[in-house]
């Protein structure tokens, strides 16, 4: 029998963590975060596929197709366009799967203009500011969303 999957995905910019802003965003890559990622997910008896797009239409698509795809939850961090995408929030709105928004830094620490999340109101939950370790408690948070839900199934 198939392992349940995690979609992580990730938005503009994050595609080159490690050299962006370090002193924002430290020095940890993608493809480390990743693997971090991975290995909570294993633990759990969680795959994953991760993702990351820069444009937001992409991001729209693979949301959207995240319910054929089987997923049983979605790690996502809208970068930038948490601030504004009312189109990614109507498609993380769409998901059947648990979507749990996630930020490196904390947004509400930051500049004006980074303090409000339109789309965390599609979300099941947002952690934000803790690094990639808001990333590995995402996944603790899908497996307990997805164990309460298979609880409460007929």
Do not use: W
Not at 34 to 48: W, Y
Not at 117 to 130: D, F, K
């Amino acid at each position: 029998m198939p392992r349940p999957k995690i979609l992580v995905l990730n938005g503009p910019n994050l595609g080159i963590l490690g050299r962006r802003e370090p002193g924002v965003y430290g020095r940890l890559t993608l493809a480390e975060l990743n693997a971090r990622v991975e290995v909570q997910a294993d633990v759990r008896g969680f795959d994953c596929d991760f993702r990351q797009h820069d444009g937001e239409g992409e991001l729209i698509g693979v949301l959207n197709r995240a319910d054929e795809e089987g997923y049983t939850g979605i790690i996502f961090n809208p970068g930038a366009y948490t601030h504004y995408s009312i189109a990614l929030r109507d498609a993380m709105s769409a998901c059947a799967a648990p979507v749990v928004e996630v930020h490196l830094t904390n947004i509400f620490a930051r500049e004006p203009f980074r303090r409000r999340s339109v789309t965390a109101a599609a979300a099941a939950g947002l952690i934000a500011g803790l690094g990639a370790t808001a990333y590995e408690l995402a996944v603790e948070a899908i497996a307990r969303l997805a164990g309460e839900e298979s609880a409460t199934r007929p």
